[in-house]
């Protein structure tokens, strides 16, 4: 399996409250991706870095900001987290290959509830 | 973008093969590969398939891909209870793009 950890594992906070998100590697790996996982939506992103200080928004970045100060880690944040952010945080992470296979790997998930 | 389709659910016997459908809009995906998350986990990479091969077999699970229909399937021989999980099939373009369906629960019935 591929070295991804991600803190905490569970988080219960209120609305309005800011909320950071841990990712952590050690495979040296260029990209690292947050995704959410919603019933019925399947995995959407909603940000990815392709390198330190590298990031771009991802199809859901409203109300989310990341960020990447050394290559093993990737942090999420919620700056004022509402009920809709209830939700699976999923991180993964890749490498950039120029044969193009860049096959994820994912972490195991922060279950996230807002009250 | 692409569109990656998937039908949420299966249900198949014990034993019997099961055969998870997927449909992308892309015609420039490169590798397309298929995933499995069980319940409370993570997602983990079962298998992988690049554009310019029709089949690729691993065991009890067998990838097609019709390049011109734009359709992906993976067929798992022999389920088993432990097979019971959402199953998701997500395409790459050039670019290093990845894109996920929304995945299909397989549920299988002792």
């Known amino acids: 399996d591929a070295g991804i950890t991600q803190s905490p594992r569970h988080k219960v906070t209120e609305t309005g409250t800011p909320v950071t998100l841990r990712c952590h590697q050690t495979e040296n790996h260029r990209y690292m991706y947050w995704y959410r996982q919603d019933p019925g939506h399947g995995l959407r992103l909603i940000h990815y870095s392709y390198g330190v200080k590298d990031t771009d928004k991802g199809e859901v970045s409203d109300g989310y900001s990341v960020s990447r100060s050394k290559t093993e880690d990737f942090l999420l944040t919620l700056e004022s987290a509402t009920s809709s952010q209830t939700s699976v945080y999923f991180c993964?992470?890749?490498?950039?290959?120029?044969?193009?296979?860049?096959?994820?790997?994912f972490g195991p998930g922060t279950r996230l509830t807002v009250l | 973008g692409e569109d990656v389709e998937q039908s949420l659910f299966l249900s198949v016997r014990e034993g019997d093969s099961s055969v998870i459908n997927c449909t992308y809009t892309d015609s420039s995906s490169t590798y397309l590969y298929w995933y499995k998350q069980e319940p409370g986990a993570g997602l983990q990479l079962l298998t992988y398939?690049?554009?310019?091969?029709d089949m690729k077999q691993d065991q009890r699970l067998t990838v097609l891909l019709n390049k011109k229909d734009k359709h992906l399937s993976l067929r798992i021989a022999d389920t088993q209870t432990g097979d019971s999980a959402i199953y998701f099939c997500?395409?790459?373009?050039?670019?290093?793009?990845?894109?996920f369906g929304t995945g299909t629960s397989l549920t299988v019935i002792p």
């Open positions: 997500a395409v790459t373009t050039t670019g290093n793009q990845f894109y």
């Open positions: 398939i690049f554009s310019n091969m």
């Open positions: 993964a992470i890749s490498e950039s290959r120029t044969s193009g296979r860049n096959e994820q790997f």
